[in-house]
């Protein structure tokens, strides 16, 4: 995790935004979370949820669940047959409980220390 928050600096979070639809969550006038989805790769079949982050002192509170209800009320999503979203080791298992599953079935890491899951559904524009 301490990679990641390296990696996501607010310049590499602002490019993001510049794309995606980003979403950021407050509790009493402070930000404890980020998510967010786009286009996969510029297809309009495929979208990506990127940049979903809570503070740990937030965990166990619902709203994680809460980014991934609101993502997945998106345009982005609600246009897409696939959706994919690289997870980190520790949520992983979060992600499964809303029917993601790992990319072709395989449970592997990539070279960023993440793992790849995706999920089907069927175009609900």
């Not at 990641?4 to 009493?28: G, R, T």
């Not at 072709?104 to 995706?118: A, I, P, S, T, W």
């Amino acid at each position: 995790m301490e990679k990641l928050a390296k990696v996501y600096d607010s310049e590499k979070v602002l490019n993001i935004a510049s794309y995606a639809h980003m979403y950021v969550f407050e509790w009493n006038g402070k930000i404890v979370a980020t998510g967010s989805i786009s286009r996969f790769r510029g297809s309009e079949t495929e979208s990506i949820l990127l940049t979903i982050f809570v503070l740990p002192e937030f965990y166990g509170k619902g709203i994680g669940r809460k980014i991934i209800n609101t993502l997945e009320q998106d345009e982005f999503y609600a246009r897409a047959t696939r959706i994919e979203i690289p997870a980190s080791i520790t949520a992983t298992e979060f992600y499964r409980k809303f029917g993601y599953d790992y990319k072709n079935g395989v449970k592997e890491l990539d070279e960023e220390q993440l793992y790849r899951l995706e999920k089907f559904k069927e175009v609900s524009i």
